[in-house]
């Protein structure tokens, strides 16, 4: 009889814990998804949708996502594209379907405010021949390719663009003339940059954790808040610190010239060395926190008993210690590596031209060229390439977890 009440009785309890641990969740939830979660997509949606020439042209944009793209369009699309053409100038949004068009076809600004400034003398008779005449892009496939490409409501125009692509007259997909491709060699040269940073964030971090870990308490504790230190300093001010550090005068060309071990002061700034120091200092904290968490559950009586059946100290600590480590070295380099894509202050301010990743053409495309698309693109082909960088890496570390 009290196993059979206590059943529901336990079920009730439950049931009512975990509409409490809900509840309690419910608020941060709320919170990411309107502050984190909506904006991002936002953004990202912008990469493949097409609202501007939808929103200023849309009877013409309808007739063109219906025309097959052969050829040149026949009258009556021609028509409604120039009734939009004005419709739109009339209403003070010619500039946005104008500005659309300019980014796939350089030009076609020019080409659509003058075309509207003289159709605007006799709007009835719009014909093809007559905007040939106002100008003679308006007989070139290209023309209409574009504006074919633009009507929507889905684009693969600013995907294509961030891999260096474009889709033809004829709807091909070719890459961009080598003077014109950029953004591959700026996607591989981020990945670079934060390769070689999270491997010295390793190599620098691995010692420290592993001292931090093996020190008594009462030491480790003070020596913690040095490596925690550094997060209550903006990434400016640090970046900043060391632009004065890595200057040609700087402290550190003064220290080598002064020890003899420079005969002039070093390029340490505005090019890849700057990039790489000051980015790991950064980053540094973010592998040592992982590595230090998981190097204090490792028992040193496992070292020892590896030390004692006659493993010598360098077999002891790489077939004990690093493999119980390696939990702490995966996530301490999917952090650092992480972060070091979508840095943005650092390369800018210690880097040269040749230095700065994908996130400063994002900041370009939003700030100066207001092209969020194309914004939205390249934060598509980050988030994508890390994605997929991460995948492959969870597929290979996996089977050795599982050797382990």
Same mark, same amino acid.
């Given at each position: 009889?009290?196993?059979?009440?206590? &059943?529901?009785?336990?079920?009730?309890?439950?049931?009512?814990?975990? $509409?409490? /641990? #809900?509840?309690?969740?419910?608020?941060?939830?709320?919170?990411? #998804?309107?502050?984190?979660?909506?904006?991002?997509?936002?953004? !990202?949606?912008?990469?493949?949708?097409?609202?501007?020439?939808?929103?200023?042209?849309?009877?013409?944009?309808?007739?063109?996502?219906?025309?097959?793209?052969?050829?040149?369009?026949?009258?009556? !699309?021609?028509?409604?594209?120039?009734?939009?053409?004005?419709?739109?100038?009339?209403? &003070?949004?010619?500039?946005?379907?104008?500005?659309?068009?300019?980014?796939?076809?350089?030009?076609?600004?020019?080409?659509?405010? %003058?075309?509207? %400034?003289?159709?605007?003398?006799?709007?009835?008779?719009? /014909? #093809?021949?007559?905007?040939?005449?106002?100008?003679?892009?308006?007989?070139?496939?290209? /023309?209409?390719?574009?504006?074919?490409?633009?009507?929507?409501? +889905?684009?693969?125009?600013?995907?294509?663009?961030?891999?260096?692509?474009?889709?033809?007259?004829?709807?091909?997909?070719?890459?961009?003339?080598?003077?014109?491709?950029?953004?591959?060699?700026?996607?591989?040269?981020?990945?670079?940059?934060?390769?070689?940073?999270?491997? !010295?964030?390793?190599?620098?971090?691995? =010692?420290?954790?592993? $001292?931090?870990?093996?020190?008594?308490?009462? !030491?480790?504790?003070?020596?913690?808040?040095?490596?925690?230190?550094?997060?209550?300093?903006?990434?400016?001010?640090? /970046?900043?610190?060391?632009?004065?550090? $890595?200057?040609?005068?700087?402290?550190?060309?003064?220290?080598?010239?002064?020890?003899?071990?420079?005969?002039?002061?070093? =390029?340490?700034?505005?090019?890849?060395?700057?990039?790489?120091?000051?980015?790991?200092?950064?980053?540094?904290?973010?592998?040592?926190?992982?590595?230090?968490?998981?190097?204090?559950?490792?028992?040193?009586?496992?070292?020892?008993?590896?030390?004692?059946?006659?493993?010598?100290? +360098?077999?002891?600590?790489?077939?004990?210690?690093?493999?119980?480590?390696?939990?702490?070295?995966?996530?301490?380099?999917?952090?650092?590596?992480?972060?070091?894509?979508?840095?943005?202050?650092?390369?800018?301010?210690?880097?040269?031209?040749?230095?700065?990743?994908?996130?400063?053409?994002?900041?370009?495309?939003?700030?100066?060229?207001?092209?969020?698309?194309?914004?939205? %693109? $390249?934060?598509?082909?980050?988030?994508?390439?890390?994605?997929?960088?991460?995948?492959?890496?969870?597929?290979?570390?996996?089977?050795?977890?599982?050797?382990?």
């Amino acid at each position: 009889m009290q196993a059979a009440l206590t &059943g529901p009785r336990t079920s009730q309890i439950d049931a009512r814990y975990r $509409l409490w /641990t #809900l509840a309690l969740l419910a608020p941060a939830a709320l919170f990411l #998804l309107l502050n984190f979660a909506i904006p991002i997509l936002t953004m !990202l949606w912008r990469g493949v949708s097409e609202p501007e020439l939808i929103s200023t042209w849309p009877r013409a944009t309808r007739a063109l996502r219906q025309w097959n793209g052969i050829g040149l369009p026949d009258e009556t !699309l021609v028509a409604q594209v120039g009734a939009d053409l004005l419709s739109s100038q009339e209403a &003070g949004t010619l500039s946005r379907a104008a500005n659309r068009l300019n980014f796939a076809v350089v030009g076609s600004r020019s080409l659509i405010f %003058a075309t509207a %400034a003289a159709l605007k003398s006799n709007p009835k008779a719009i /014909t #093809l021949e007559r905007l040939i005449n106002i100008d003679p892009r308006w007989g070139q496939r290209e /023309t209409w390719s574009a504006l074919r490409h633009a009507a929507g409501p +889905f684009t693969s125009f600013y995907l294509l663009a961030a891999c260096d692509r474009y889709l033809d007259a004829d709807g091909h997909i070719v890459s961009v003339p080598a003077d014109r491709s950029v953004f591959i060699d700026v996607l591989m040269r981020t990945f670079k940059i934060s390769v070689v940073v999270t491997i !010295l964030s390793l190599v620098l971090g691995y =010692p420290v954790a592993y $001292l931090l870990a093996s020190l008594p308490e009462k !030491l480790s504790n003070p020596l913690m808040l040095l490596v925690i230190l550094p997060f209550w300093t903006s990434v400016l001010v640090r /970046t900043t610190a060391w632009t004065v550090l $890595l200057q040609t005068h700087g402290v550190v060309n003064k220290t080598l010239l002064a020890l003899g071990l420079a005969h002039s002061p070093l =390029p340490l700034l505005y090019n890849r060395v700057g990039v790489y120091v000051a980015m790991t200092h950064v980053l540094l904290p973010f592998m040592i926190l992982p590595l230090f968490g998981v190097m204090k559950r490792i028992s040193p009586e496992a070292v020892r008993a590896a030390r004692s059946l006659g493993a010598n100290p +360098f077999t002891a600590f790489r077939k004990v210690y690093l493999r119980q480590s390696m939990p702490g070295i995966i996530a301490g380099s999917a952090v650092v590596f992480t972060l070091a894509l979508g840095f943005y202050v650092t390369p800018a301010l210690v880097g040269g031209g040749a230095d700065q990743m994908l996130t400063s053409f994002i900041a370009f495309y939003i700030n100066q060229s207001l092209n969020w698309g194309m914004a939205a %693109a $390249l934060s598509l082909l980050l988030l994508g390439s890390l994605l997929a960088v991460l995948l492959a890496a969870r597929l290979v570390v996996k089977p050795a977890e599982v050797l382990g």
